[in-house]
């Protein structure tokens, strides 16, 4: 079957200027999940959802990041005014179990490059 | 603070060799997962670990966890060098969902 869709795959953009980044998770996953990964690093948490729980924000790294996810299902991550430091790989996953209890599955990430 | 940490950071064998990498973490835990990561994008799940199991096997790969040390290893035998990549632990632990800093495991051929 389908696994977690995202887009675009890379994206350039000038500093300043906002971001969309899309997710689509595995039809029936209740668990939706945000990364990012700086090259060479490790994954940063950045926000988790569950059904129609409000979101576990505690990852976000400024208000200039926000993500919502509507009817359950696509999640969009919104980067506003993009500064050098948000390039990255932003990685999103999706889980039939609650909050880590259930593995994972990712999708292939959007690479993300501020000029 | 990180919930979950890696050693070693980066780690290099021969071909048919057996690579083992370690993962602690600080807090009680319901299961410890381990992740591999080819070319720096998606992840891909290799096996889950529950908190009241000490062993876990998938074909060359055989996990352990100590709950009393806060630790897993992961370990793969007859290494080939389509196992080279970036291995990562994972956690619930303290209502967080944290990666570990990874492996970086190259097998040359």
Known sequence: GAGVSQSPSNKVTEKGKDVELRCDPISGHTALYWYRQSLGQGLEFLIYFQGNSAPDKSGLPSDRFSAERTGGSVSTLTIQRTQQEDSAVYLCASSLGKRGNSPLHFGNGTRLTVT | ?109
């Open chain 2, 1 to 109: 603070s990180q919930q979950g940490e890696e050693d070693p950071q980066a780690l290099s064998i021969q071909e048919g060799e057996n690579a083992t990498m370690n993962c602690s973490y600080k807090t009680s835990i319901n299961n410890l997962q381990w992740y591999r990561q080819n070319s720096g994008r998606g992840l891909v799940h290799l096996i889950l670990i529950r908190s009241n199991e000490r062993e876990k096997h998938s074909g060359r790969l055989r996990v352990t966890l100590d709950t009393s040390k806060k630790s897993s290893s992961l370990l793969i035998t007859a290494s080939r060098a389509a196992d080279t990549a970036s291995y990562f632990c994972f956690n619930n632990a303290g209502n967080m969902l944290t990666f570990g800093g990874g492996t970086r495991l190259m097998v040359k051929p």
